[in-house]
């Protein structure tokens, strides 16, 4: 079965400066897809970014960036320029095409904290 | 676009009573799941549909029930809560295909309490 690791319970960071929160998975698949999504306070489930195992290019929305690292199942997420509004539980998921369902594995989580 | 509608958002429940939290997508999505979130775990997969009449068991389906009669509309029925099912509940949708970008679209969620 496949497992997501986020193993940073809780991260801080000042305001404008920037922070990256680690994720790796566990998979015997070679074809799959790895999602951050962004929980604040009001619980509603956003997605950051997401990122196909076949591409090489590491995906990039605005702030957002990720270092996938395939051979080493690793796929962090790295904000910059930290906004206060980018407080939140950051959730890394990943999902294999090959299942029935598009069913999502879900890491731990981490908090985010920014300081101004 | 009402997007994933799920009813009611916070809900109290005595232990051994049974209710039904609904869920509906307006979206024509042949994919509907239910997660739960507990705290430091992160969501869980509690049932799942690919399609109306096709349900299955994911991680975490015992003391739940699922149908799916519709495209639009996956239920999940909890048979006697336990306050172990005190929980936050999201249902989710999706397709697959060209100009999915394999999305999953989540509801607003919905706060269950058993005492």
């Known amino acids: 079965a496949q497992t997501v690791t986020q193993s940073q319970p809780e991260m801080s960071v000042q305001e404008a400066e920037t922070v990256t929160l680690s994720c790796t998975y566990d998979t015997s698949e070679s074809d799959y897809y790895l999602f951050w999504y962004k929980q604040p306070p009001s619980r509603q489930m956003i997605l950051v970014i997401r990122q196909e195992a076949y591409k090489q290019q590491n995906a990039t929305e605005n702030r957002f960036s990720v270092n996938f690292q395939k051979a080493a199942k690793s796929f962090s997420l790295k904000i910059s320029d930290s906004q206060l509004g980018d407080a939140a539980m950051y959730f890394c998921?990943?999902?294999?095409?090959?299942?029935?369902?598009?069913?999502?594995?879900f890491g731990a989580g981490t908090i985010l904290r920014v300081k101004s | 676009n009402a997007g994933v509608t799920q009813t009611p958002k916070f809900q109290v429940l005595k232990t051994g009573q049974s209710m039904t939290l609904q869920c509906a997508q307006d979206?024509?999505?042949?994919?509907m799941s239910w997660y739960r979130q507990d705290p430091g775990m992160g969501l869980r997969l509690i049932h799942y549909s690919v399609g109306a009449g096709i349900t299955d068991q994911g991680e975490v389906p015992n003391g739940y029930n699922v149908s799916r009669s519709t495209t639009e509309d996956f239920p999940l029925r909890l048979l006697s809560a336990a306050p172990s099912q005190t929980s936050v509940y999201f249902c989710a949708s999706s397709y697959t295909g060209e100009g999915s970008g394999n999305t999953i679209y989540f509801g607003e969620g919905s706060w269950l309490t058993v005492v």
């Open positions: 998921a990943y999902r294999a095409p090959s299942e029935y369902g598009n069913k999502l594995v």
């Open positions: 979206m024509n999505h042949e994919y």
